[in-house]
């Protein structure tokens, strides 16, 4: 982070996100990218329409200074020579209260226009959602306009009209001002000319519309009484935008009172203008020190507080292995961000106001601080899982109710704070450096404990950098155990029903569609699937004088160790909560110098997502640049009401003006995070799963073949479907630009199977059925190249996860909790098997060790308990666990923290009666 950057984002990026967000929003209400400039323009030109009303006056102030001050100042420089006449005009500024410095106002305006327009040239400019969007005679506002060419010099006629309405309005503003204004005006209008003429047309008519503002401020400026005209215009529109937001029928209910409630803030000048006011009586009191405190609080809040406890929540998940970067950058960038948007830029728009408003602006931030941190910690605190680019697995929607009591409660917080305004006023800035206090001590306690996070896994953990590699063997055995994270058992057979031609591919497997796993997560769930049943819930809480990590860290060396001590060479990648830790800690099998750990976490440095594409470089360096913008605007949807939180979520995008291809001021190619519509639609990639399935996509690229006679044994993770993705049908792949409507009406019918059908009707069931597919196609390409090289046959191969989800595709509830939280995928080849077959033999995850041993290892033991493996301990009732809360840093734990318990009797765990639930402990 250089000094530039650091000025930038306290200064800039406040402004682009701000211009950003209106037209994103604005984008989404109007779906017309010209006609979203034009409210942009508007937007910004309203909402600092203060700020230059003072620059003006301050000018007018200065021009009026200098004008009394000419005749005498030029007597001075007319008598007086050197040393003497500098003493002289000094003293008479001194006499007339003047500093030289104060010269600087007949320039605010200028200076005031610089950060606003580098703000729209950089977000304009590089707009790619702009690329081959036509606006009126504009053929492409991405693009410089070239309405005509003079020989090869094209002719750009927004530029030209912009310039010649500038001077227009330069021409009107500067009558009867001194020649130094005027040139001034003039001479910018001439830089905004060369530097704007070859821009995309999209950033110069933003300009234009800029200055046909000003020259209708301009000629306002000139009536009798310009604030009754400008407010009965803005009626006008605010009428305009509420009768259009009432007869549009494209509009959702919740975009109809965005849109209207817009008009009303139009009109309601206009409707005020006319309540007689009475004077007030007392002076007016702006208190200052309240603002201050109160814009340093929110920041603090805001950029500070919340961010850093997202990421203290879980340190390694935003610990990119891809782009290795320290997490405490984002606190440091969201805390730019937020104090040039609450303390810099609310301090600007405060210096500017008068005393009645510098008094509203006290009082309102003191009511901000109240709601924002009533929302924060009342309201939306249960949305679900975040991931580390910060979207929640499911979008939020509040019921109505919610809805109610938000808006009680934040009226009630009006009510009482402006109570207490009234009554303590010149106590409220010690009430709020109190909370400045108390936020930052718990912010910076978060921040080092991030820090320590970072540090500590670093020194204290061993984290592999060998790329995956899978070595086989032609001649030895090979034993490969494929843990896929959330792989659902429950689709196999609409997937095998879509696409029959998978069970070839799938030659040798045998599917066990009665599988359970015995947890909802990978802590709970994966240890079984490493270790065998000494691992379930149950057993390890049994063995109470030993940590989870310790457990953890033991099953996930029981199948490599036994197969070493049995003569194996020994592959393991990406084993799952080693030492407790999100990333990779292969420090675990530091006693085993011969194992090779290796990773596919950073997949995308050596290998494209799509063999035909080049963009996984831009996929790669979206990721820090999304966290730094979003953490920012994640805190104030945060401590916003909840009315506001949809908007500001934005289906995870937080309103960032991306297309299906571009990202806006960005230089990536598009956006890494998916935003659905639907079922069937959706834009942007979802990061987590390209770098998941560039891993499986390139397997054959991966996969190392040998003549060796040495038998092999690799356990594998990938996360796939644990990050599920919409993908473009009917050959599932990933596309920044997703309609799958005419397929999957043409193909509803796969969805039914022998009478029972699966339910199809959200994003986060469609994703995942688009994902779990995606594993059959990807690795059934490399089953096809293992056949080709000849290592097929001499290949065991067990496919298996750790947990379903509650996707509540077939209901099948107990105590209702959706049971599809246990039933996970389990597939397994034996060498030579020939033949796609279903058993329906109860099964759990938890007979992995026992299929990858079967006939290859006699009388297979713990090497570390010494107890037998085998499958004894599924006969009879299981009973599976589910926690009350997810916690990895839990690991100095003896046992599970408390949770619900529930038991299966019978082996079909699809019946929802063979699911009694067994209580809480």
């Known amino acids: 982070?250089?000094?530039?950057?650091?000025?930038?984002?306290?200064?800039?990026?406040?402004?682009?996100?701000?211009?950003?967000?209106?037209?994103?929003?604005?984008?989404?209400?109007?779906?017309?990218?010209?006609?979203?400039?034009?409210?942009?323009?508007?937007?910004?030109?309203?909402?600092v329409l203060p700020l230059y009303k003072r620059a003006d006056e301050l000018q007018a102030e200065e021009r009026d200074i200098q004008t009394n001050m000419a005749s005498r100042l030029k007597h001075i420089k007319s008598t007086f020579k050197g040393d003497e006449r500098f003493f002289m005009i000094q003293e008479y500024y001194r006499i007339n209260h003047y500093k030289p410095v104060y010269a600087l106002k007949s320039s605010l305006s200028v200076l005031l226009q610089i950060p606003f327009f580098i703000a729209a040239y950089n977000l304009l400019s590089g707009m790619q959602g702009l690329q081959g969007m036509r606006f009126g005679f504009i053929p492409d506002l991405g693009k410089e306009d070239a309405l005509f060419m003079i020989g090869n010099f094209p002719v750009n006629v927004l530029p030209i009209l912009m310039t010649l309405i500038n001077i227009v309005s330069g021409i009107i503003y500067t009558k009867g001002h001194p020649v130094k204004e005027k040139v001034q005006v003039y001479g910018l209008a001439a830089v905004f000319l060369i530097l704007l003429y070859r821009s995309p047309s999209g950033l110069v008519f933003y300009w234009l519309l800029n200055n046909v503002f000003s020259l209708v401020k301009n000629v306002f400026y000139k009536l009798k009484d310009p604030k009754?005209?400008?407010?009965?215009?803005?009626?006008?529109?605010?009428?305009?935008?509420?009768?259009?937001?009432?007869?549009?029928?494209?509009?959702?209910?919740?975009?109809?009172?965005?849109?209207?409630?817009?008009?009303?803030?139009?009109?309601?000048?206009?409707?005020?203008?006319?309540?007689?006011?009475?004077?007030?009586?007392?002076?007016?009191?702006?208190?200052?020190?309240?603002?201050?405190?109160?814009?340093?609080?929110?920041?603090?809040?805001?950029?500070?507080?919340?961010?850093?406890?997202?990421?203290?929540?879980?340190?390694?998940?935003?610990?990119?292995?891809?782009?290795?970067?320290?997490?405490?950058?984002?606190?440091?960038?969201?805390?730019?961000?937020?104090?040039?948007?609450?303390?810099?830029?609310?301090?600007?728009?405060?210096?500017?106001?008068?005393?009645?408003?510098?008094?509203?602006?006290?009082?309102?931030?003191?009511?901000?601080?109240?709601?924002?941190?009533?929302?924060?910690?009342?309201?939306?605190?249960?949305?679900?899982?975040?991931?580390?680019?910060?979207?929640?697995?499911?979008?939020?929607?509040?019921?109505?109710?919610?809805?109610?009591?938000?808006?009680?409660?934040?009226?009630v917080i009006i009510v009482v704070f402006s109570f207490l305004y009234a009554k303590i006023g010149n106590l409220v800035k010690y009430v709020l450096c109190i909370g400045i206090l108390a936020v930052f001590y718990i912010g910076f306690m978060n921040s080092s404990s991030v820090m320590g996070s970072y540090?500590?896994?670093?020194?204290?953990?061993?984290?592999?950098?060998?790329?995956?590699?899978?070595?086989?063997?032609?001649?030895?055995?090979?034993?490969?155990?494929?843990?896929?994270?959330?792989?659902?058992?429950?689709?196999?057979?609409?997937?095998?029903?879509?696409?029959?031609?998978?069970?070839?591919?799938?030659?040798?497997?045998?599917?066990?569609?009665?599988?359970i796993s015995y947890g909802p997560t990978t802590l709970i769930g994966s240890p079984a699937l490493y270790g065998g049943y000494e691992y379930t819930p149950s057993n390890i809480n049994a063995r109470n004088t030993e940590t989870l990590r310790d457990k953890q860290n033991e099953a996930l060396k029981v199948l490599p160790v036994l197969f070493y001590n049995n003569g194996y060479s020994i592959t393991i990648?990406?084993?799952?909560?080693?030492?407790y830790k999100i990333i990779t800690d292969a420090s675990i099998y530091d006693d085993y110098p011969d194992f090779h750990c290796c990773t596919s976490i950073n997949i995308l440095n050596y290998y494209n997502w799509d063999k035909s594409s080049d963009n996984t470089g831009n996929v790669v360096m979206r990721v820090n640049e999304i966290r730094n913008r979003n953490f920012f605007i994640f805190a104030l949807m945060k401590v916003s009401p909840l009315v506001l939180q949809e908007t500001i979520y934005d289906g995870g995008l937080y309103n960032e003006a991306v297309s299906a291809s571009g990202s806006g001021g960005s230089s990536a190619a598009f956006s890494i995070v998916q935003t659905e519509y639907g079922v069937s639609k959706s834009k942007g990639y979802n990061m987590w799963f390209l770098n998941a399935y560039a891993a499986l996509n390139n397997l054959s690229n991966l996969t190392v073949i040998n003549d060796s006679k040495k038998d092999t044994f690799i356990m594998m993770y990938n996360d796939i479907t644990h990050s599920p993705s919409l993908l473009q049908e009917p050959d599932y792949t990933p596309s920044a630009d997703i309609d799958n409507t005419e397929y999957d009406t043409d193909m509803v019918s796969r969805y039914t199977l022998n009478g029972k059908t699966m339910k199809m009707e959200n994003y986060l069931q469609s994703s995942h059925y688009h994902a779990n597919m995606a594993v059959f196609l990807t690795l059934g390409e490399w089953f096809d190249y293992l056949r080709e090289k000849g290592v097929y046959d001499n290949t065991r191969i067990i496919l298996v996860s750790d947990h379903g989800h509650n996707l509540g595709q077939f209901d099948v509830k107990c105590n209702d909790r959706d049971m599809e939280f246990f039933m996970p995928l389990l597939m397994?080849?034996?060498?030579?098997?020939?033949?796609?077959?279903?058993?329906?033999?109860?099964?759990?995850?938890?007979?992995?060790?026992?299929?990858?041993?079967?006939?290859?290892?006699?009388?297979?033991?713990?090497?570390?308990t010494g107890k037998p493996l085998n499958s004894n301990a599924k006969n009879g009732p299981q009973t599976v666990f589910h926690p009350n809360e997810w916690d990895p840093a839990g690991g100095g734990l003896t046992t599970f923290p408390e949770g619900d318990w529930y038991t299966l009797s019978g082996k079909d765990p699809h019946i929802a009666e063979n699911w009694k639930y067994a209580g809480r402990k």
């Not at 061993?462 to 896929?484: A, C, H, Q, R």
């Not at 591919?505 to 599988?515: H, M, V």
């Not at 290892?857 to 570390?864: K, L, M």
Request: charged share 15%; aromatic share 12%; hydrophobic share 50%.
């Open 228 to 411: 009754k005209a400008l407010n009965i215009v803005l009626a006008i529109a605010g009428l305009a935008v509420i009768i259009s937001s009432l007869i549009r029928t494209d509009l959702d209910a919740r975009q109809k009172v965005l849109l209207s409630i817009g008009g009303i803030l139009l009109a309601l000048p206009l409707a005020t203008g006319f309540i007689k006011k009475k004077e007030d009586q007392k002076p007016v009191q702006k208190n200052t020190g309240a603002f201050v405190a109160g814009t340093i609080l929110m920041a603090l809040v805001t950029g500070l507080f919340i961010p850093s406890a997202v990421i203290d929540a879980s340190t390694l998940e935003f610990v990119d292995f891809v782009q290795v970067s320290n997490p405490v950058l984002y606190i440091l960038n969201a805390m730019l961000l937020s104090f040039g948007s609450w303390v810099l830029w609310g301090g600007v728009f405060y210096f500017f106001a008068g005393d009645k408003t510098k008094a509203l602006f006290s009082k309102a931030v003191w009511i901000i601080c109240g709601i924002s941190i009533a929302d924060y910690m009342l309201f939306g605190t249960k949305l679900g899982n975040l991931s580390s680019t910060l979207q929640y697995d499911i979008s939020p929607s509040f019921k109505l109710s919610e809805h109610l009591v938000n808006l009680g409660v934040i009226t």
């Open 455 to 515: 540090t500590g896994f670093w020194l204290y953990s061993k984290y592999p950098t060998d790329l995956l590699s899978v070595p086989l063997s032609t001649s030895g055995k090979n034993v490969i155990v494929m843990f896929i994270d959330r792989a659902m058992g429950t689709q196999v057979p609409y997937i095998l029903n879509e696409k029959p031609e998978l069970k070839e591919k799938f030659d040798g497997f045998t599917y066990y569609p009665n599988t």
């Open 573 to 579: 990648s990406d084993p799952a909560f080693a030492n």
């Open 828 to 864: 397994f080849k034996d060498f030579n098997a020939k033949g796609f077959t279903v058993n329906e033999d109860f099964m759990t995850n938890g007979d992995t060790p026992v299929l990858a041993t079967a006939g290859i290892i006699r009388d297979p033991v713990n090497p570390f």
């Open 1 to 47: 982070m250089t000094f530039i950057s650091v000025l930038y984002t306290l200064i800039i990026a406040p402004l682009e996100l701000l211009f950003e967000v209106i037209f994103s929003i604005a984008n989404r209400l109007i779906g017309n990218a010209g006609l979203s400039i034009i409210f942009l323009s508007l937007a910004v030109n309203f909402l």
